[in-house]
């Protein structure tokens, strides 16, 4: 976690803090394109990130650390995809703040956090440490769905659907499939 999912945090951070100025200022000038095709520019990047943290840092652990640490390789690509889900409700987030909507930020984060909670007590029992990332997965998940949802009803920026599903595909798809690899 600390090599792959820091790195995603210091990724999403960055860009989530680098534009948030200019989100803002293209928001209160109505510029709505030029805002949406901003952000939708910056998940792809995210998207990119935890594509290459999820193939290449499975190796890189099991390069690097002994074997006690090799199990815990195949757990990054989960943790990075959710990491990646964070980062898209954290963009969308901006719309929130931008509208002096913080509370309503704040409840989809509890409400986030409500739901990582019971799957994990649903899913660690049978699954373990797999069931908490995948929890973490989910319940990042709804928090990116939340926030899709709350950006398309509260603000005019575009939302580029179908760029973000595909993103969002070929990451928790490459996820899964370096997961399974590792996993063996």
């Known amino acids: ?8 945090l210091l990724a999403i951070n960055s860009m989530v803090h680098a534009e948030a100025p200019s989100f803002y200022q293209a928001t209160r000038n109505s510029e709505h394109e030029l805002a949406g095709s901003r952000i939708i520019r910056r998940i792809g990047l995210l998207a990119v990130a935890a594509i290459a943290i999820s193939v290449l840092g499975g190796p890189a652990i099991r390069l690097v650390y002994d074997d006690r640490y090799a ?6 690509p989960l943790i990075v995809a959710g990491l990646f889900l964070w980062g898209v409700f954290s963009f969308k987030n901006l719309t929130l703040l931008a509208r002096k909507r913080s509370a309503i930020s704040s409840v989809t984060t509890i409400g986030a956090a409500v739901a990582n909670l019971g799957l ?9 440490a797999t ?12 928090q990116a769905l939340v926030g899709v949802i709350l950006e398309r009803r509260l603000s005019p920026i575009p939302q580029h659907i179908g760029r973000m599903l595909l993103m969002t ?9 370096v997961y399974l690899g590792l996993r063996s």
């Open 131 to 142: 069931g908490a990332a995948i929890a973490t997965v989910m319940a990042y998940g709804l």
């Open 1 to 8: 976690y600390a090599v792959g999912g820091g790195a995603m």
């Open 120 to 128: 994990n007590f649903a899913l660690i029992p049978t699954l373990g």
């Open 71 to 76: 199990s815990s390789a195949a757990l990054l």
């Open 169 to 177: 595909a070929a990451v928790l798809g490459t996820a899964w499939l």
